[in-house]
């Protein structure tokens, strides 16, 4: 039996010119995601972890190759097709007032989120944003207040409150903790998993800090130079590396808590 992907990514390529010559920052690369699972991707700056995932969310034009979300091929960025299949898709950025607009209370963003739903009511749509700002850990008393007004992580779950209300089935993650302090992160990161049990939701999960993508991955891949160098679960990538470039990224992570 052939396992149903909710993700398949195949021979995905970007390519940015920059001056007389190129910069290849995603290189061919291949992996899946099934339906509620949480797939990591790990790899030093620059790797081309975020270009990866820009594609993926339709932010970047593709260079070679094909995603399939949802058993369809999705068309590149730039088109209404493409923004169509890509709504049951949501990321998830570092730092997430950026992706708020400061003149707008947090419950009118989450709301923002529903705006696919044409037939929804707006008494329909308050109350189910209200519901999702429970669900993520923020008090009702939040829902007039400003993402400028609310703590990093706070701002963090505002952010996967939107990116959640209109019930997708992946999120894409992208250093989302980075800018979180240490017990902060640790909240976040059970914040996701719960959801992730509750909503049977799928992750890209992106980070350079191995550690905390083992604890939320059901599968780690190993980003390098635009290319993935090795695949398997936390435990294999921690404990039996076989890439040089993964033993070497543990060996920096350990030296750094040391
Ligand atoms: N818009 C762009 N134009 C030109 N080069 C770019 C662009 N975006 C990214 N790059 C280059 O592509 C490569 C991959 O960058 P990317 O941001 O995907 O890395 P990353 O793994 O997400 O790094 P980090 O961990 O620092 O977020 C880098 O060499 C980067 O300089
Ligand atoms: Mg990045």
Same mark, same amino acid.
């Given at each position: 039996?052939?396992?149903?992907y909710l993700l398949e990514i195949r021979q995905l390529k970007k390519v940015f010119p920059q001056g007389n010559s190129k910069i290849v920052a995603v290189s061919n690369i291949n992996f899946n995601i099934s339906p509620g699972e949480c797939l990591g991707l790990i790899g030093e700056s620059g790797s081309g972890k975020s270009t990866a995932a820009n594609m993926i969310a339709g932010l970047l034009d593709i260079t070679e190759g094909e995603i399939i979300f949802d058993k369809k091929i999705l068309p590149n960025k730039s088109c209404r ?14 730092? *997430?007032? @950026? @992706?708020? @607009? *400061? %003149?707008?209370? #947090? #419950?009118? @963003? ?8 044409? +037939?929804?009511?707006?008494? =329909? ?8 700002? $429970? ?11 400003? !993402? ?6 706070? !701002? ?12 997708? %089935?992946? /999120?894409? !993650? ?5 800018? /979180? =302090? ?9 914040? #996701? ?5 509750? #909503?049977?939701?799928?992750? /890209? ?7 905390? &993508?083992?604890?939320?991955? =059901?599968? &780690?891949?190993?980003?390098? $130079? ?8 936390? =435990?294999?990538?921690?404990?039996? *590396? +076989? ?16």
């Amino acid at each position: 039996m052939t396992e149903e992907y909710l993700l398949e990514i195949r021979q995905l390529k970007k390519v940015f010119p920059q001056g007389n010559s190129k910069i290849v920052a995603v290189s061919n690369i291949n992996f899946n995601i099934s339906p509620g699972e949480c797939l990591g991707l790990i790899g030093e700056s620059g790797s081309g972890k975020s270009t990866a995932a820009n594609m993926i969310a339709g932010l970047l034009d593709i260079t070679e190759g094909e995603i399939i979300f949802d058993k369809k091929i999705l068309p590149n960025k730039s088109c209404r097709k493409g923004f169509q299949l890509r709504k049951h898709m949501q990321m998830v950025f570092q730092n *997430p007032l @950026s @992706s708020f @607009s *400061p %003149k707008m209370t #947090l #419950l009118y @963003s989450i709301c923002e989120g529903l705006r696919y739903r044409r +037939k929804m009511s707006r008494n =329909d749509m308050v109350q189910k944003a209200y519901e999702t700002m $429970e669900m993520v850990g923020l008090k009702r008393e939040y829902a007039n207040r400003f !993402c400028g007004e609310l703590s990093g992580g706070e !701002c963090q779950r505002a952010a996967i409150a939107r990116a959640i209300v209109n019930e997708p %089935k992946l /999120l894409i !993650c992208d250093e989302v903790t980075s800018a /979180l =302090d240490v017990s902060v992160q640790a909240q976040i990161l059970r914040l #996701l998993l719960r959801l992730k049990q509750e #909503l049977h939701l799928s992750y /890209l999960f992106i980070s350079h800090d191995i550690a905390l &993508v083992s604890n939320i991955s =059901d599968r &780690v891949a190993v980003m390098k $130079e635009g290319n993935i160098v090795e695949e398997g679960t936390p =435990d294999d990538i921690i404990n039996y *590396p +076989k890439h040089p470039y993964t033993d070497l990224l543990i060996r920096s992570a350990q030296m750094k808590r040391k």
